[in-house]
């Protein structure tokens, strides 16, 4: 498999639910990122892991919780989420820098009940 | 106010037409990226510049940094080119900004 994917591709939780969203990259980049995309709004980035060294945006709220175990796997942990965080989460793999290309996943569309 | 403009946010051409959008953008950047997300969310990163022009197949992206304004041009389009388009900037550091995007729908 190439590219970058990821899973689920559609998600409805509760609340008071815990899910993970997962992304994989198979370009052997060394940057990977989580976006959000909530509905006539600039796409946001939440998280950058560089050679596994993580950047917050820090309005990012901590119901959001990433992990990077090595350079092809990325995960965000939801926890006791909001209706406002419905959207369509996306993930993206670069070589190493933010500033090169970025490859992203069909994303993963999120509603929360 | 976002440090992303883009114009127009909507954009419907006959095929055949040549399109332009534009991106202004207030701070100082390393690079710009134009994006296309296909209706289902799955974006792709048509361009990467931090100065002069590109060119990819019917796609051209010029960026003048002076002017912190970048264009991106289509010609012949056709209706498979209907997308929105994103303009995205990296400010030194690791700070994205991204616009609300321009959504083009091109008419047979």
């Known amino acids: 498999e190439t590219g970058v994917t990821q899973t689920p591709r559609h998600l409805v939780m509760g609340m008071t639910n815990k899910k993970s969203l997962k992304c994989e990259q198979h370009l052997g980049h060394n940057a990977m990122y989580w976006y959000k995309q909530s509905a006539k709004k600039p796409l946001e980035l939440m998280f950058v892991?560089?050679?596994?060294?993580?950047?917050e945006n820090n309005s990012v709220p901590s119901r959001f919780s990433p992990e990077c175990p090595n350079s092809s796997h990325l995960f965000l942990h939801l926890h006791t989420l909001q209706p406002e965080d419905s959207a369509l989460y996306l993930c993206?793999?670069?070589?190493?820098?933010?500033?090169?290309?970025?490859?992203f996943g069909p994303g993963t569309r999120l509603t929360v009940l | 106010k976002n440090e992303v403009e883009q114009s127009p946010q909507n954009l419907t051409a006959q095929e055949g037409e040549f399109i332009t959008i534009n991106c202004s953008y207030s701070?100082?950047?390393?690079?710009l990226h134009w994006l296309q997300q296909h209706p289902g969310g799955g974006i792709v990163s048509l361009f990467m510049?931090?100065?002069g022009k590109k060119k990819h197949g019917r796609l051209i992206a010029t960026i003048n940094i002076q002017e912190k304004h970048s264009s991106l041009h289509i010609t012949a389009s056709h209706p498979r080119d209907s997308a929105v388009y994103i303009c995205?900037?990296?400010?030194?550091?690791?700070?994205?900004?991204f616009g609300t995007g321009t959504s083009l729908t091109v008419i047979p």
């Open positions: 701070v100082g950047i390393s690079a």
């Open positions: 892991y560089s050679l596994e060294e993580r950047v």
């Open positions: 995205a900037v990296n400010k030194t550091g690791n700070q994205f900004y």
């Open positions: 510049l931090s100065s």
């Open positions: 993206a793999s670069s070589q190493g820098r933010i500033t090169d290309t970025q490859y």
